[in-house]
């Protein structure tokens, strides 16, 4: 670097405000130029780009740095003169740059001292500009604190980044931060404008040495006025081409001067008819290209990568949208399905899955129960008694001592019970003679009604032939004792308070579908009213009757409740089990309108037996228990009739809520 301290510029000339003799020289103090503020103002053609152009030639002369924010695009002729780097957004430019390059842009000017012009007219996107221009303004602020060497920043039509008027953006903000606190870390700055009165006040103000153009607008002339003084303001508008006032803090008077035409080849010249010929401009190091290249490359890759990555990421968008509506599909189906299977289901009468072989087990069941429930003793005690053909039925009725012998105890001749699945071989002969009337009952036993007619008590038949006989008096089981047979006594009703009519089966009810256990509704309703009727005082008092008119018990309601806020599945389920007895959830889900799903169905199935609506009787089977159900909820023991009453109860929500 030069020891240079001074660099001449230009002459005085004669004139208005002309204060030395014409023709002397005007230096300017480097360091004062480096490191302080300055202001080139004038309007188009009056001289202000070739003054800054001027200034920049003698710097370079003296190997001083210098970066210039070129915002037409005219600085570009030094470099038919001087090595500086040209950067900027198109293929005039060295090396195109973005604001990735701005940290090394602010590090090549500052700490190895490379001239460069900074091109911001090559800019398309406004936007992209001004965040370089402020990326690189921030890292030379950055860098110049630790550096500490004199730096000079040029910037063309600063009125543009430090208005009067309206709001300053980050680049002007960066701009006046420089201009304002640069000095201290050697960083210089000279604003050039063609209208001093579009630029903040407070930097010209603020500045350390100024030149004054031709300037006419009367505007920009009261700016001239106010700042240095009302005849410069009145000649100002008079000056030649190149000649300017020049005000200084280094000296006492202003001088009215003429800047020196610059060495370079002028590219803000105004085009004239002649043919234009760019110059041969130099070039600079291929070092100091490829620095910037390898930005420049490492940057492309990102972009390629980011680019790769945004096409993969909408690729799997794209198919994360074809899944979705595939599912959605799927799920309309599915839907479609189910309700089509249910209005299928809901036009079918009738409709059980393995209907006969659900019959045959109900069938079974019946007699096990009922078999059960009168005790093998009584059967064997029936089967010797039954009359054989042709003796009266107060033979049989005088023989015979009753199931358990004359003290109650059961006798030693007593057989085991015939199997259920083995019928009597008493089914096929009729229990009563036609023409035989029956013993008078004892006095306190049921009369049952004459004008009914004499149910067959001994057939083998299913429940209907259970009711029938139970109606009447008679044993549940095929090969008991006949209707109007004597033992100790007629046999009541009902057995004890705390027990249902033997043979009733509270839990199962057949559906009636017009076969042979049809008549089990009928059968029940009679066995009911004649409990009723039979009942003992204790019975009535314990009778949901007795709360009211149409009142229930709490337990009762309750348990409708629940009914009622379970799922239409659920307590469809419910209805199959009661109507069609033990079977598996799968079975009894599918008959509720189900799809077969056996997680579905084993769900719903887990709800009914967590409420204590069914257990599971084996092999995967569930049966209903609302009878045992009914005596669990109770406060106190239920009698028959208050058993039989919930259980209507509870079976009519099942079938209607």
């Not at 009369?447 to 009914?452: K, R, V, Y």
């Not at 109007?484 to 007629?490: L, M, R, S, W, Y």
């Not at 009762?556 to 389920?573: A, F, Y």
Request: proline share 5%; glycine share 10%.
């Amino acid at each position: 670097m030069a020891e240079t301290e001074h660099i001449t510029v230009a002459t005085t000339s004669a004139g208005v405000g002309g204060t030395d003799e014409p023709g002397r020289s005007v230096d300017l103090p480097v360091v004062e130029l480096l490191t302080g503020r300055g202001f080139v103002t004038g309007k188009s053609g009056s001289g202000k780009s070739n003054t800054a152009s001027v200034i920049a030639e003698k710097l370079l002369d003296n190997g001083f740095g210098l970066l210039i924010v070129d915002i037409d695009g005219e600085y570009y002729g030094l470099k038919e003169e001087y090595e500086i780097l040209h950067v900027g957004g198109d293929e005039e430019c060295d090396i195109q740059v973005t604001v990735e390059h701005a940290e090394k842009i602010a590090s090549l000017a500052l700490e190895q001292n490379v001239p460069i012009i900074l091109d911001i007219s090559s800019f398309l996107d406004q936007e992209e500009a001004e965040d370089l221009l402020t990326e690189v303004a921030r890292h030379l602020f950055a860098k110049a604190k630790k550096q500490k060497q004199p730096f000079l920043m040029l910037v063309e039509e600063c009125h543009e980044w430090i208005p009067e008027k309206g709001s300053v953006n980050e680049v002007g903000q960066m701009l006046i931060k420089i201009g304002k606190r640069g000095r201290k870390h050697g960083l210089g700055m000279v604003g050039i404008s063609q209208r001093p009165a579009d630029v903040k006040k407070d930097y010209i103000t603020q500045c350390d040495w100024l030149v004054w153009h031709r300037l006419t607008w009367n505007n920009d002339t009261k700016v001239v006025g106010r700042i240095i003084d009302s005849e410069y303001a009145d000649a100002v508008e008079d000056l030649d081409n190149g000649e300017a006032f020049l005000m200084t803090d280094w000296a006492e008077t202003i001088r009215r001067v003429q800047f020196h035409r610059k060495q370079t080849f002028d590219a803000g010249a105004t085009p004239g008819l002649d043919d234009f010929e760019r110059p041969e401009l130099k070039s600079v190091s291929d070092d100091l290209v490829s620095e910037l290249e390898t930005i420049s490359e490492e940057k492309e890759q990102t972009q390629g990568r980011i680019k790769d990555l945004r096409e993969e990421l909408d690729k799997k968008n794209s198919r994360i949208a074809e899944l979705e509506k595939e599912l959605q599909d799927a799920r309309d189906m599915t839907r479609m399905a189910e309700q089509f299977t249910e209005a299928l289901l809901d036009h079918v009468e009738g409709y059980n899955p393995g209907r006969t072989q659900k019959e045959k087990e109900r069938t079974r069941q019946a007699q096990l129960r009922g078999a059960l429930d009168d005790g093998g003793e009584a059967d064997d005690e029936s089967s010797e008694a039954e009359p054989t053909e042709g003796e009266s039925t107060d033979d049989q009725s005088a023989g015979s001592d009753g199931p358990d012998g004359p003290d109650g105890e059961p006798t030693d001749e007593s057989e085991p019970a015939s199997a259920p699945d083995e019928p009597a071989d008493s089914a096929d002969e009729p229990a009563d003679s036609s023409d035989e009337p029956a013993d008078t009952p004892d006095e306190g036993a049921v009369t049952p009604d004459t004008d009914e007619p004499a149910p067959d008590g001994t057939s083998g038949g299913g429940f209907g032939d259970a009711f029938g006989s139970f109606a009447d008096g008679g044993p549940a089981i095929s090969g008991g004792e006949p209707a109007g047979g004597a033992g100790d006594g007629a046999t009541d009703a009902t057995d004890d308070a705390g027990d249902e009519p033997d043979g009733l089966d509270l839990d199962f009810e057949p559906a009636a579908s017009g076969n042979a256990d049809g008549g089990a509704e009928v059968a029940f309703a009679d066995a009911t009213a004649e409990e009723d009727e039979s009942g003992d005082a204790d019975d009535r008092r314990e009778s949901p009757a007795d709360e009211g008119p149409n009142s229930q018990p709490r337990f009762v309601v309750d348990l409708r409740t629940e009914l009622e806020e379970m799922d239409e599945k659920t307590r469809r389920m419910l209805q199959y089990y009661v109507e069609q007895g033990a079977d598996t959830p799968l079975n009894a889900h599918f008959s509720a309108g189900g799809s077969g799903d056996r997680t579905s169905a084993y769900a719903h199935n887990r709800e009914l037996r967590l409420a204590g609506f069914v257990e599971h009787v084996g092999r995967g089977r569930y049966a209903p228990r609302l009878k045992a159900l009914v005596r669990e909820r109770a406060p106190d023991e239920p009698s028959a009739t208050a058993v039989v009453d919930a259980v209507t109860e509870l079976r009519s929500t099942i079938g209607t809520a």
